[in-house]
């Protein structure tokens, strides 16, 4: 079965940058767009962009262009999101999520990045 | 930029009631292959989002026949026809129409009376 298996929790202070992985399994990685999303404690889902495991190809959300940073090992089928210049609005789970017909059809457990001095 | 506005914003049903979740775009979703991206996701306290339906109508493998999706153009419609305990949650519709961008709703809460 598809399974999205992401990194630990990560605690960071602003300035600082963080990488979060997903690792995906159960199906041919190379075969699908990954995207990300984020979402803040209480709020709602906010999209962070993709990238194409086949050609490593990314897009991201004009918001976090210059941030946002997202690359694939495909020996590992594993995905990675790395955002920089963390700021305390940055808080938030981050999930990745499998395109499949424009949708997300599965869902990594989500990665709490914290940003805190 | 294409902006999702859903309606209600909250919801409290009765168990066994039918729920209804009004989803608006600023512009049509056909998208050019003439298919037209428009889901609905469910998200259950503390659970990441898990896909109900998608383009439109589609239910996911594995959702129970109780859901169910329409609608076209701007104007869709998420339905639960006998609302369940297990059906609490926060529910987004989201489109991919306007490659390569997608965009949430706001979300619905569904909670029980």
């Known amino acids: 079965q598809v399974q999205l298996v992401q990194s630990g929790a990560e605690v960071k202070k602003p300035g600082a940058s963080v990488k979060v992985s997903c690792k995906a399994s159960?199906?041919?990685?190379?075969?699908?767009?990954m995207h990300w999303v984020r979402q803040a404690p209480g709020q709602g889902l906010e999209w962070m962009g993709w990238i194409n495991p086949n050609s490593g190809g990314t897009y991201c959300a004009q918001q976090f262009q210059g941030r946002v940073t997202m690359t694939r090992d495909t020996s590992i089928s594993t995905a990675y999101m790395e955002l920089s210049r963390l700021r305390s609005d940055d808080t938030a789970v981050y999930y990745c999520a499998r395109d499949w017909y424009g949708s997300g059809s599965h869902w990594g457990q989500g990665t709490l990045v914290t940003v805190s001095s | 930029d294409i902006v999702m506005t859903q309606t209600p914003l909250s919801s409290p049903v009765t168990l066994g009631q039918p729920a209804s979740i009004s989803c608006r775009s600023s512009q049509s979703l056909v998208n050019s292959d003439g298919s037209t991206y428009l889901s609905w996701l469910q998200q259950r306290p503390g659970q990441p989002p898990r896909l109900l339906i998608y383009?439109?109508?589609n239910r996911f493998s594995g959702v129970p026949d109780r859901f169910s999706g329409s609608g076209a153009g701007t104007d869709f419609t998420l339905k639960i026809s006998r609302v369940e305990a297990e059906d609490v949650g926060v529910y987004y519709c989201?489109?991919?129409?306007?490659?390569?961008?997608?965009?949430f709703g706001q979300g619905t809460k569904v909670e029980i009376k």
């Open positions: 383009k439109i109508s």
């Open positions: 159960g199906y041919t990685f190379t075969g699908y767009y």
């Open positions: 989201m489109q991919a129409t306007q490659f390569p961008t997608w965009t």
